[in-house]
């Protein structure tokens, strides 16, 4: 989770604690002026149970809520027998909305629908418990009916949300992680073929001189070796079901890119190594769709920036990219939402073994930075059949 979402969710919480300290005291004074100060106290002590539990639901969420819904129980059970105001009050009823709403939305079928039939138990018992001639006892009950509506109601809509989210999200990974086998399967092939052509030619040297077979050979063995290895990699990315955002056509040089996004974007500064580099293909690839993905970002998400550097860096242990804009803070950027691009560039990476951050910088801007390994996991050992170049 991210500093945002963590943000978020204190913002949240902290504002749901406002707004049932309101409703407390709402219903305090409510019955302070018709039945008496003192017939709230138990019932408002249930309240703040309650509300309290709802507040840190997330720890616990199913027992938060068999707890409030108990709570609420014996409130109304109170209520009854010493002849206090109706329960659930509008505080706890509110609070018990949360609870069932929440615990509908992200627990599993069966305890979701458990505690969503809880909650239902909980409005019948306030009607049967409410008495006719109590005041506003009616009216309670129908308000209670309404919450667990209401919760129940937004609960699903909300489920139905995130599971739409989370299979679009497998598809596109699937998608991602696809195009990615097809890619090794290439590098799979030049080395298959390579192995054909040497054990040919190692046929020609037995015949006319035997003594160099060795060196064919040799070629041969380690051609073997690498095609093994990639198609291992191939086989890993097949097995693995979890998978992030549609994939693309085959990489293009850096420069191009770059070149294309100035004539729409603000003005990108390219570093890339003065040398040439040889990288392994998936790793070439996966430099360009990370440069790609963040610089449709900066022009979706950050269209006042400046301008934006994009700096390809190599050292012994790998590749690292890194993409910054100097776009100053404002709403498109304060709380970013993690879309279905960033989920694919993540996958990306983190299958081919490296580690991808995004961020807001310290002074203005947003930040991508991508390590990818060229002499581990999947990228051990390979060739590379292109490289980026410098925008000419």
């Known amino acids: ?54 507040l840190v639901r997330r720890r616990q969420r199913a027992w938060a809520a068999v707890a409030g819904l108990g709570t609420a129980g014996l409130a109304i059970a109170a209520a009854r027998v010493f002849h206090l105001p109706t329960e659930p009050g509008p505080a ?15 627990l599993p079928a069966v305890p979701a629908g458990a505690l969503a039939a809880g909650g239902l138990a909980v409005v019948g018992g306030a ?12 009216g309670v009950v129908a308000m209670n009916a309404a919450a667990w509506l209401g919760a129940v109601g937004v ?8 599971d739409r989210a989370a299979a679009t999200a497998e598809k596109v990974r699937r998608d991602e992680r696809l195009e990615l086998a097809r890619e090794l399967h290439d590098v799979v092939a030049h080395h298959i073929t390579g192995m054909l052509i040497q054990a040919q030619a190692a046929h020609v040297v037995a015949r006319k001189n035997p003594g160099q077979v060795a060196g064919s050979l040799t070629g041969i063995e380690a051609a073997g070796t690498e095609a093994l290895r990639a198609m291992r990699g191939v086989v890993g990315l097949l097995r693995d079901v979890e998978d992030a955002p549609p994939a693309s056509a085959g990489p293009e040089q850096l420069g191009v890119l770059v070149e294309r996004f100035n004539r729409q974007g603000p003005p990108v500064r390219l570093r890339v190594p003065d040398e ?22 900066v022009a979706r998400h950050a269209p006042h920036a400046h301008g934006v550097t994009v700096t390809v ?37 983190e299958t081919l073994g490296g580690t991808l951050h ?19 996991g999947l990228s051990r050992g390979r060739s590379a059949s292109c490289s980026p170049t410098t925008r000419r």
């Not at 409703?23 to 408002?44: D, F, K, S």
């Not at 609960?155 to 995130?162: E, I, K, M, V």
């Not at 993409?323 to 993540?346: E, K, N, Q, T």
């Not at 995004?358 to 581990?376: C, E, F, K, Y």
């Open 92 to 106: 706890m009823a509110l609070a018990l909305a949360v609870l069932v709403g929440s615990a509908v939305r992200a």
């Open 358 to 376: 995004t961020g807001p910088r310290p002074d203005a801007g947003w930040s991508v930075l991508a390590t990818l390994p060229i002499h581990d």
């Open 155 to 162: 609960g699903l809509a909300l489920r139905l949300l995130d």
């Open 313 to 349: 860096d190599q050292n012994p242990a790998g590749v690292t990219v890194e993409v910054v804009d100097d776009a100053p803070p404002g709403p498109a950027r304060a709380f970013p939402r993690g879309g279905y691009g960033l989920i694919g560039m993540r996958e990306r990476v």
């Open 127 to 138: 009607y049967l418990a409410a008495r006719p001639q109590s005041s506003g006892a009616s």
């Open 1 to 54: 989770m991210s500093i945002w979402d963590r943000l978020f969710g204190v913002a949240a919480t902290a504002g749901l604690a406002v707004v049932f300290l309101a409703a407390i005291g709402i219903e305090a004074v409510a019955i302070a002026q018709t039945w008496g100060a003192r017939y709230w106290l138990a019932g408002g002590a249930a309240a703040v149970v309650v509300c309290v539990l709802t």
């Open 276 to 297: 040439s580099a040889a990288w392994p293909p998936e790793v070439t690839s996966t430099v360009y769709r990370i440069v790609r993905e963040a610089l449709t970002n």
